[in-house]
């Protein structure tokens, strides 16, 4: 199957700092979605973005499909972001979702 | 409404007992989809639902039983479960091949 990959497994920042979450996969995909899951473990979705680029506030995403991997961009980081951060790859048939293994963020203020 | 819920927040349970768990969407997706996931790891998929239908079941014990009686509900239900299962147990639905939208999720203890 394939490999989902992401990079750093854990980050600390200080408050307003800026980050790059990655995400590589090891074959061909339909769909990616970036998520944070919140303490109580909600996964929010953040990002449905099988390519390009997109923004949403202080968060950003692109995909580039070719090169098989995503990148996360978090700017002025709030305390709010803590949680992990995960990278889920739709591929082959059958929307089946399969996850990285996530990237846990720590904010301090 | 654009949310998914799932009932119960929080399930302990012996290890003999047989109990349920649901979930509800009424975004009008046609795919619906159990995942597990164990502290610190991701979630992992177990089931899929696509029009009522199950479409995928990643070899998981018979002593989880998933039912989706209509296109809006899914329910998993459980029976002699062992300690190793307990896990936060996540429902999500999607338009086919399309985002997929999570709900808060069970966390399942067994005794």
């Known amino acids: 199957g394939i490999q989902v990959e992401q990079s750093p497994p854990d980050l600390i920042l200080q408050e307003g700092a800026n980050s790059t979450l990655r995400c590589n996969f090891s074959d061909s995909v339909n769909n990616l979605q970036w998520f944070h899951q919140n303490p109580w473990g909600q996964l929010i979705n953040l990002f449905y973005?099988?390519?390009g680029t997109k923004q949403n506030g202080r968060l950003s995403a692109t995909t580039v499909a070719t090169e098989r991997y995503s990148l996360l961009y978090i700017s002025s980081s709030q305390t709010t972001d803590s949680g992990v951060y995960f990278c889920a790859v739709e591929w082959a048939a059958g929307n089946k979702l399969t996850f990285g293994g996530g990237t846990r963020v720590l904010v301090k203020p | 409404d654009t949310e998914v819920t799932q009932t119960p927040k929080h399930l302990v349970m012996g290890m003999t007992n047989k109990k349920s768990l649901k979930c509800e969407q009424h975004m009008g997706h046609r795919a619906m989809y159990w995942y597990k996931q164990k502290a610190k790891k991701p979630p992992e998929l177990m089931f899929v639902?696509?029009?009522?239908?199950?479409?995928i079941n990643e070899s998981v014990p018979s002593r989880f039983s998933p039912e989706c009686p209509n296109s809006s509900l899914l329910n998993l239900h459980l029976h002699a479960l062992q300690p190793e299962d307990s896990a936060l147990y996540l429902c999500?639905?999607?338009?086919?091949?399309?985002?997929?939208?999570f709900g808060p999720g069970t966390r399942l203890t067994v005794l």
């Open positions: 999500a639905s999607s338009s086919l091949f399309r985002e997929q939208f």
């Open positions: 639902y696509s029009y009522e239908k199950l479409s």
């Open positions: 973005i099988p390519s």
